[in-house]
């Protein structure tokens, strides 16, 4: 694999420490970064480095103001807790985010009012270069690169409970884990499904000095919503029909422990007051009951979901989001740390319990090749899934449409009839859609027709179509 496909999507921007770059400093000088693989951008002392950036506001309210970073990644908005705040009407509170990758810096709308705009072309996502202008509403802001680098935070480690990997996305992520672990503070896990969000809170729980109090696990995504109060903060006795005794909550059974809030981004609107004020006060009151008692638990939740896309929808209480976001903790996706895959095959089979000799083809360089170019949209629970595939058909069997592609969706082929290319991506869209719907409901379909706001019928309708059981 070289170099440039191996560190696809990696959210770094390297540079060598102690080189003088001769467009070091020159915004006006194109594209000035310089992209290294890890082990050619290293301090003396063997960490990676990467190279910091600065924010101008050059039109627009705040007028001259700079803004330099301190890590990859800049959140900027309107809401003060921003690492940009940027005080405009003009600019939604959470209205893009910046970070660096080997192509450059990367720049992602979340949904703003007004759009990001970059060199004068509006973009959901764009790359930066050198003296690029980014337009948020009334504000036009110029980057630049820096002389300077910053030093990367990475665990000694190669794993963190369940989680393995050795490459420099998942080391800082086990970084983050182990400070969360050795901290009392409120975690949220962010990442694609199948990231190990779940293995993630586990791990922080059991290497916490909470690890011999309660774990409990609540997912706020497979639970009906007129049930869900009652899952979190328990009931009285005739609270509601059928309440025949009282019952705890889940913030009562984990006193001392942890609660893992699973999905956070699907909590109900009118349950994020309660949730909030668990955070702010430690305090619950059962469902049916006029009087509050105290909670000694320790908070992680996990979602999917970008949450302040959601809260820019008005579907996510800022307040809460930012109570939830003391400590905030990416989940890399495997298109982010593909040289984690040999180890993560490795691992897999062998915790399916079979000789090594009737796993002999899924452990072969040509094999392993062929995974690693692979998409995995479904990340580390998709490759599992694959692997128990080819152990059925004793094996290496073909990589589903999905798998097989680099990019996690269909190519369009405008040498192909308009009506022919439309159907395709269609069905590729249905196909994946119908599977994760699935999945997060258990296979439940009822549930899942009402997620998706479909008939029932017509969702086993498009199952057959598709080829998908339930």
Same mark, same amino acid.
């Given at each position: ?14 540079? /060598? ?31 990676? #480095? ?11 309210? =705040? ?8 890590? #990859? ?16 009407? #003009? ?25 990001? +705009? ?34 990367? /935070? ?31 503070? $409120? ?61 705890? =909550? ?46 000694? +638990?320790?908070?992680?939740?996990? $979602?999917? @979901?970008?949450?302040? $896309? ?18 905030? +903790?990416?989940?890399?996706?495997? @298109? ?23 796993? =002999? ?34 094996? %290496? ?5 999905? *798998?097989?592609? %680099?990019? =996690? ?6 040498? /192909?009839?308009? %009506? ?5 991506? $269609?069905?590729?869209? *249905? ?10 409901? /258990? ?7 009402? #997620? ?19």
């Amino acid at each position: 694999m070289a170099p440039s496909d191996r560190y696809r999507d990696i959210p770094l921007t390297l540079s /060598q420490e102690g080189k003088e770059s001769p467009e070091a400093g020159d915004s006006q000088g194109g594209n000035v970064h310089e992209t290294l693989p890890y082990e050619h951008a290293r301090r003396p002392d063997g960490l990676p #480095t990467v190279r910091r950036f600065r924010l101008t506001v050059v039109e627009g309210p =705040g007028l001259g103001t700079v803004w330099e970073s301190a890590s #990859t990644t800049c959140s900027i908005g309107s809401h003060p807790l921003n690492d940009f705040p940027l005080d405009d009407s #003009t600019v939604s509170r959470f209205h893009c985010e910046l970070r660096l990758s080997p192509r450059g810096p990367l720049v992602k709308d979340l949904e703003s009012t007004n759009g990001v +705009i970059i060199d004068g072309v509006q973009v959901v996502e764009g790359f930066l270069r050198g003296g690029s202008l980014l337009r948020l509403g009334r504000a036009v802001l110029r980057f630049d690169f820096s002389a300077e680098n910053n030093r990367l /935070q990475l665990s000694e480690h190669t794993r963190f409970g369940s989680l393995v990997g050795n490459s420099v996305a998942m080391r800082q992520c086990f970084a983050l884990l182990e400070r969360a672990a050795s901290r009392d503070v $409120t975690v949220l896990l962010e990442g694609e499904t199948g990231t190990g969000k779940s293995q993630a809170a586990q791990a922080i729980h059991e290497a916490s000095s909470r690890r011999d109090k309660p774990f409990i696990v609540v997912d706020c995504g497979a639970i009906p919503s007129n049930l869900l109060e009652s899952e979190l903060f328990g009931h009285e006795k005739g609270a509601f029909t059928g309440a025949m005794l009282r019952r705890a =909550g889940a913030f009562e059974e984990a006193h001392g422990g942890t609660v893992f809030l699973d999905e956070i981004g699907e909590l109900p609107a009118e349950l994020q007051p309660k949730l909030l004020r668990v955070l702010e006060n430690r305090e619950i009151r059962r469902v049916g009951s006029n009087t509050y008692q105290s909670v000694d +638990i320790r908070l992680i939740a996990a $979602t999917h @979901r970008e949450l302040r $896309t959601e809260v820019n929808a008005g579907r996510f209480r800022s307040d809460l989001f930012f109570r939830l976001a003391v400590l905030r +903790i990416p989940m890399p996706s495997l @298109r982010q740390r593909p040289e984690d895959l040999p180890i993560l095959v490795e691992r897999i089979l062998d915790s399916m319990g079979e000789a090594v000799e009737d796993t =002999g083809a899924l452990r072969t360089p040509e094999f392993i090749s062929r995974v690693q170019h692979a998409a995995w949209p479904g990340n580390v629970r998709e490759l599992r899934n694959y692997l128990e595939r080819c152990l059925v058909f004793e094996d %290496a069997v073909a990589l589903s449409e999905e *798998e097989s592609h %680099a990019s =996690g969706s269909v190519e369009v082929d405008p040498s /192909q009839p308009y %009506a022919e290319q439309r159907r395709r991506i $269609t069905d590729d869209f *249905e196909r994946r859609y119908l599977r994760a719907l699935l999945e997060k409901h /258990q296979g439940k379909v009822a549930q899942a027709a009402t #997620t998706a706001g479909v008939d029932r019928v017509h969702l086993y309708r498009l199952l057959r179509r598709h080829g998908i059981k339930p």
